[in-house]
């Protein structure tokens, strides 16, 4: 038996002014992809793999690339990465089956649906009777397109998502159901027209943790496989924006597929309103003001409009700029990206004292770029990012020449050790400003106390404040009042 296995993992800001491009991937092709070093490992793309071949299957490896959160890709390079699994597809000749590890909210310049785009072409390639799988974030945005083409997507239960290779190999089972027990899958897919923040949604906190339970209450019935809940993407201006229900059940139980989704459905819709932010949220000066006030350490405030962990371009320097105006001391901002500031301080050595332009360099109203008097305290680099941390009034502030290396999938605002490897103890300081919307479990865990602060930028959490232009409307909570029934 032979299955197509691959990986495109990308969740697309639309807001962002930059774009990316393929090595953003950090692309690997075909066998290459079963190298001890792989940058799958722990991923969705390995529970795919490794339950693939403990089942015996022979694999056909495609494209593997996680560019993470990030702007949009350029189009071109979208292509090139069509092409590659296309390639891998016709090389192999046939092939009894295709499980992939996507992401579900990818966004490319001129394609606001290239999951659906990818996944059409490789089913007319194989025709209507092989099945296709996919495994998607929980962010992920369903399209029509996705739904006409595909037999199963299986998303993930948490957020923070800690099951990201349990639902890959979820994925991985489906199929062998599919193909070695010979069940037909039905797939039931009922879309609420909702935009929701991650921040919102951790499946941890009301509602969604019940909402959660709800799901896998409905996963013990007879006949049902999978629920997965799709929260959509709200940094990205799609016109296939909304949150989707997905149940995949025995087609012989179509019925009871059918009610499980819509049941899924209405008990969301009708918790909308309880939805809210999971953690302490306030705009910037508020919650450095209670930061300020707090005994305990450290507070970690996360910089929510300028989130890099949902494609932000992490180069704002407002939150900066707040601090500096509180008088905010003994105090580290993780990071502003600004590859020029960072050669400059690096020219200039440990010891120097001088004056940056910092932050991204056409004016953003309240922020960058900021003009601050620096001193070089240490050089180095940490998760394959160049990095300058410079003493500015009072406050440590790293300054890296990316936002991440693309050799490594690790995203360096999620992780405090990122601080430890340039010679910094996040204890020591009273107030961590991170770059980040809701707080990894890693920072969690070191927080004396956790806070957004509300802060603009192209990871706005007040998605009513957002220049929305395709979003199809009505849409909750923008049309706060609006009407829906199943
Ligand atoms: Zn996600």
């Known amino acids: 038996m032979k299955i197509l296995v691959g ?6 800001n639309s807001f962002s002014v930059e774009r990316i491009t393929l090595e953003d991937f950090g692309p690997v092709y075909g066998d290459d992809v079963f190298a001890p070093d792989s940058r799958v490992r722990g991923g969705s793309a390995e529970g795919i793999i490794n339950t693939l071949r403990e089942a015996g299957v022979e694999l056909v490896p495609a494209f593997f690339g996680n560019a993470s959160a990030d702007a949009a890709l350029i189009y071109s390079d979208y292509e090139k990465i069509r092409a590659a699994f296309v390639q891998a597809l016709q090389d192999a000749g046939e092939v009894d089956g295709i499980c992939l590890a996507l992401h579900g909210s990818m966004y490319v310049d001129g394609e606001d649906d290239p999951e659906g785009d990818l996944l059409t072409v490789l089913r007319k390639l194989v025709g209507p ?5 996919a495994s998607l974030d929980m962010h992920a945005t369903v399209t029509q397109r996705m739904l006409s083409v595909v037999d199963a997507l299986v998303g993930y239960h948490t957020a923070p998502h800690v099951d990201r290779y349990e639902t890959g190999s979820k994925a991985a089972r489906l199929i062998l159901r599919i193909l070695q027990d010979g069940i037909n899958v039905k797939m039931e897919c009922i879309q609420i027209p909702m935009l929701l923040a991650g921040e919102q949604s951790e499946t941890n906190e009301s509602p969604m943790k019940e909402l959660q339970q709800a799901i896998v209450a409905a996963e013990e019935r007879e006949g049902i496989f999978h629920g997965s809940y799709f929260l959509g993407f709200p940094w990205a201006d799609s016109p296939h924006n909304a949150v989707s229900i997905v149940v995949v059940g025995d087609a012989k139980q179509g019925e009871m597929v059918v ?3 819509k049941e899924l459905a209405k008990g969301f819709w009708d918790r909308r309103r309880e939805f809210r932010f999971t953690t302490e949220a306030y705009p910037l000066d508020e919650a450095l003001r209670i930061a300020l006030s707090c005994t305990e350490k450290p507070v970690v405030i996360a910089d929510s409009g300028d989130n890099p962990t949902a494609g932000a371009t992490q180069d704002l320097t407002i939150a900066l700029r707040g601090m500096m105006e ?4 003994n105090a580290v901002f993780v990071f502003v990206v600004d590859a020029v500031s960072q050669q400059r301080c690096a020219q200039a050595g440990i010891g120097a004292k001088l004056e940056l332009a910092l932050g991204r360099l056409e004016p953003v109203p309240g922020g960058s ?7 070089v305290q240490y050089l180095g680099t940490a998760q394959g990012i160049e990095c300058a941390v410079v003493d500015i009034e009072g406050i440590t502030v790293i300054i890296g020449d990316k936002r991440r290396d693309s050799s490594d999938i690790r995203t360096a605002v999620y992780d405090p050790e990122f601080l430890t490897e340039l010679g910094l103890n ?9 770059k980040s919307g809701y707080l990894s479990p890693e920072y969690q865990a070191i927080a004396a106390r956790k806070m957004l602060a509300l802060t603009p930028g192209d990871t706005n959490e007040i998605l009513k404040d957002i220049p929305y232009q395709k979003v199809p409307r009505p849409i909750f909570p923008l049309d706060e009042d609006m009407e829906w029934s199943i």
């Open 259 to 261: 009610e499980t989704a």
């Open 369 to 375: 770029p900021l003009t601050v008097q620096a001193t």
């Open 326 to 329: 509180n008088n905010v001391k």
């Open 7 to 12: 990986e495109l993992i990308h969740e697309g």
């Open 426 to 434: 996040p204890f020591d300081f009273e107030i961590i400003v991170v």
């Open 129 to 133: 009777d092989i099945p296709i799988i």
